[in-house]
């Protein structure tokens, strides 16, 4: 898709701002799973049940994704994102005074807004990137995912030790008001292009129009599953780190945090990186599948891991799984949204997240019952690194066959 014109102020101010709104948003979207060993206990559930949060927040991303590239233009993006923010920070202070019940209902709402964030930075960025640097920038603004993981794991278990798990979660929730009134000079730098007009939700043949252009594409096809696989082992990754490490690995607390932080910071240098090299060799496709294989090695690896194990070596291992199973999701976006029609970035970017958000929405539940059948986490990991591993042949040989 060729690239609108690029003037280098509105390119790095949105690299900048986007990629700071991510780590809030992921901050939001990530609290409760370092919470939980904490919350978990107040709530006399199981750490593990992290798994249900995970997919109803999951499960409202999908849902709030569903047309949001046509409503991030009839909007504008900066708008679509202020009210994500906003409606995700509420999430957070749903869960900071509720208990179960309270907590299931902050899952959804997280999800709501969470879910149209991706949709509408894409958008932006689709709109004011170099088309050579498409993959380098994608990639840097998805960094703050990883960056947003980090931050999570370092400071809320200490936050939490020291003044309460629901005062950590209320600060989150605070910080993305803080970010959405923060962007409002962007409006009009970004929302000048929005179609104003009906507010009306997307119709039928308005949603499902990318979805079936999409799956038309010979790479996109293929991109898809493994997108939902790719994420699905993020999923775990992020979510069951710190529980994995204090209740499989004997951890502490603050250690299991920093190990999660380990493996997201690499995943942001992993997403630098494969952006790099997919738009120096220009086959991201090919660069996906090759992703693929390190994942589907560091998460049988991962499998064999025990208490006896040198921490050093969890380290290891963790932090190639992170650089991967983290570090992918700028490239698949950034090939989403090039081949699209013009103008139309957030539609196929919308249409390939729903494949992504299934698989993150799946795989925790999936993820607690092997574990609940074989009493092991590893089980779980040997099962998902045979699904990515079948994937990323799919996608290799469609990449070899289209040259």
Request: charge should be positive; aromatic fraction near 10%; proline fraction near 5%.
């Amino acid at each position: 898709m060729p690239a609108a014109p690029t003037d280098l102020r509105r390119y790095l101010v949105a690299l900048v701002s986007l990629t700071l709104i991510q780590v809030v948003s992921t901050m939001v979207f990530n609290q409760a799973s370092v919470l939980a060993p904490a919350a978990a206990a107040e709530f006399g559930v199981a750490a593990a049940d992290i798994a249900y949060y995970v997919s109803i927040v999951y499960l409202a991303a999908m849902i709030s994704t569903v047309g949001g590239g046509t409503i991030t233009r009839r909007l504008g993006p900066i708008r679509f994102i202020q009210s994500g923010l906003t409606i995700a920070a509420l999430g957070s202070f749903v869960f900071a005074t509720g208990g179960v019940a309270m907590a299931a209902l902050s899952a959804f709402i997280v999800g709501l807004g969470s879910g149209p964030l991706t949709i509408a930075s894409s958008h932006i960025l689709a709109r004011v990137s170099p088309r050579r640097l498409a993959n380098v920038t994608f990639s840097l603004k998805q960094s703050g995912v990883p960056l947003g993981f980090a931050i999570c794991g370092a400071v809320l278990p200490t936050l939490a030790l020291d003044f309460g798990w629901r005062w950590a979660a209320a600060s989150v929730g605070v910080l993305s008001i803080a970010a959405a009134i923060a962007i409002q000079p962007l409006r009009a730098l970004y929302d000048d292009e929005r179609s104003g007009g009906s507010a009306r939700l997307p119709t039928l043949a308005e949603i499902l129009e990318p979805l079936q252009l999409a799956w038309r594409d010979p790479i996109l096809r293929p991109m898809c599953f493994i997108g939902m696989l790719f994420s699905a082992t993020q999923a775990i990754v992020v979510n069951f780190t710190v529980v994995y490490a204090v209740d499989g690995l004997q951890m502490s607390y603050v250690l299991a945090g920093a190990l999660l932080s380990a493996a997201t910071v690499a995943g942001a240098f992993g997403r630098i990186f494969w952006g790099a090299l997919a738009d120096l060799l220009r086959r991201p496709s090919a660069v996906l599948a090759a992703i693929g294989a390190i994942i589907a090695m560091a998460a049988t690896v991962m499998s064999f891991s025990t208490p006896a194990w040198p921490t050093s070596a969890v380290y290891i291992v963790c932090t190639i799984l992170g650089g991967t199973a983290v570090g992918w999701n700028g490239v698949f976006i950034a090939e989403s949204a090039s081949r699209a029609p013009p103008g139309r970035a957030a539609e196929f970017t919308g249409a390939t997240q729903l494949f992504v958000f299934c698989g993150a929405l799946l795989s925790p539940l999936l993820f607690r019952t092997v574990l609940a059948i074989t009493g092991v986490y590893e089980a779980g990991y040997l099962l998902l690194a045979a699904g990515v591993a079948t994937a990323s042949f799919f996608l290799a040989r469609a990449a070899r066959q289209r040259g």
